[in-house]
């Protein structure tokens, strides 16, 4: 019996817990180093829209990180000491990411409108030649 109550007191993940939050933690945290390699293989030019995607998907992990924290803290598997380690790594992470997501989408706003000049000139000289092969064929 002293056995058993010494380990509930026990503080960390039990089998239990670790199968459902631990896992999902570990999850995550994969998931928010997949996005930011990939968002980094991304060549802005031309693909800013994907990056921006791959941030805002690091952006939401980074969240949901920083939930399941809580969690584990409100429970009592983690120690505040730990949480706070956890929650500052989350959230460097998440800084960066911020300022990624600002950068990138000044960035990619110029991009789009030098791309809509480029087009509507474009447009504007298809125009004009077949303007003149009307008159030229009158």
């Given at each position: 019996m002293i056995g058993?109550?010494?380990?509930?007191?026990?503080?960390?993940?039990?089998?239990?817990?670790?199968?459902?939050?631990?896992?999902?933690i570990r999850m995550i945290a994969k998931d928010i180093v997949r996005y930011i390699h990939a968002a980094n293989g991304k060549m802005f030019a031309t693909e800013h829209e994907e990056r921006l995607q791959l941030i805002g998907k690091i952006l939401d992990n980074c969240s949901l990180m920083l939930e399941y924290i809580q969690i584990?803290?409100?429970?009592?598997?983690?120690?505040?000491?730990?949480?706070?380690?956890w929650t500052k790594k989350v959230r460097d992470v998440q800084y960066?990411?911020?300022?990624?997501?600002?950068?990138d989408g000044a960035r990619a706003k110029k991009l789009?409108?030098?791309?809509?000049?480029s087009v509507d000139k474009w447009?504007?000289?298809?125009?004009?030649?077949?303007?003149?092969?009307?008159?030229?064929?009158?």
């Open positions: 058993v109550l010494d380990r509930k007191n026990k503080k960390g993940f039990t089998k239990a817990t670790y199968r459902c939050y631990g896992e999902d584990c803290l409100d429970l009592e598997i983690i120690s505040l000491e730990r949480s706070g380690i960066m990411s911020m300022s990624w997501r600002k950068n789009k409108a030098e791309e809509r000049v447009l504007v000289s298809l125009v004009k030649e077949a303007i003149r092969q009307i008159k030229a064929g009158n």
